[in-house]
């Protein structure tokens, strides 16, 4: 029998591949570029050492920053406020990639190094499902075996190997958009995060005393530009990691309510993820009414928490995805912002789109309602809550 196996080169994934050999299977491994910084060289030469009867390494990173990033900024994307779904954003593209190999390759079963405690795993299973059919056999062997990470590198060693990554203190996920950090001395929320866990981001009182003054450019919600300088959106976002990374900001340590009913403390780094949605979110209140701005919101929480959920084949998610595009018709203009040892605010916004009026707004010379206009509006405003709470004796 021929397997796929979702293969990141890690200790758990190349235990995987000798113990599905150990049961007689083909196995044929897939690794999806998606901006990790791997030796994805060294990766599929590993594959091989290990049994693989045939490798695919699929670079996905143009796509996966074309038809899942720019989503992302489009719908503010932050999961509970916070992660921007780096994570949960390139899993089903993987997936997507994986259930291709298997119809290719007339595959009988899939695999990954899923566990059970973790989110990754329904957002594979149902992705896979959904392109393979419900029949398609799924092998999870984390899941399934409870297999830990000693166990992994006690299969490699009776195998004649060095477990890859043994002594990591810390699980790693990165792609293009962000860098999850978990594990070892993070499990401990009241543990401040050691600086060693960090790579992306300097510490922000090791920031340059000179702030970061940048404008970033967007069409109809989607960044194009740098400081006036067009780039595709795979390009501005490597650009953004790096250079808000050298001035400490992009930093995440929070508490989250992962599916399976558990909560987990999350160490991320994403200059660019952040700094984008800031600046979006920055461009929508100068374009859009009150109404869409407050609606808007609804609709961006509702996404973020179907993709963090792994419902990526809910068909909910195509419509709010749909009314997310329509609003962003008018996100279209600059958003300067600057960046100091670790903060960022923005300092300047304009539009073709905007609402705003200087000369209506303007204190001296602007627009004002005669008192009969203001004294009515105010009348007409607060008739219903002053009399429900003189109704109710407050």
Known sequence: MRVVLAYSGGLDTSAILLLLREKGYEVITVTIDVGQEDDLAGVEERAYKLGAVK?????????????????????????EDRYPLGTALARPLIAEKIAEIAKKEGAEAVAHGCTSKGNDQVRFDLVLKYRLGDDVKIIAPVRELGLTRTASAEILRRHGFEPPGAHKKYSVDENLWSRSIEGGVLDDPAAPPP????AWTVPPEKAPNEPLVLSIGFEKGIPVSINNEKMGLEKLVRLLNRLVGLHGYGRIDHIENRIVGLKSREVYEAPAALTLIEAHKDLEKLVYTPRELRFKKLLDEQWSDLVYQGLWVEPLRLVVEKAIDELNKWVTGEVVVKVYKGSLSVIGRSSDYTSYSKSLIDYDKGWYPSAEEAEGF???????????????GI
């Open 55 to 79: 490798h695919y390494t699929i670079n996905a990173v143009k796509e996966f920053a074309e038809n899942y990033i720019s989503k992302a900024v489009k719908a503010n994307a932050l999961y």
């Open 195 to 198: 600086e060693e866990v960090f």
């Open 378 to 392: 105010i009348k007409i405003w607060g008739r219903h809550s002053l009399a429900a709470v003189r109704s109710r």
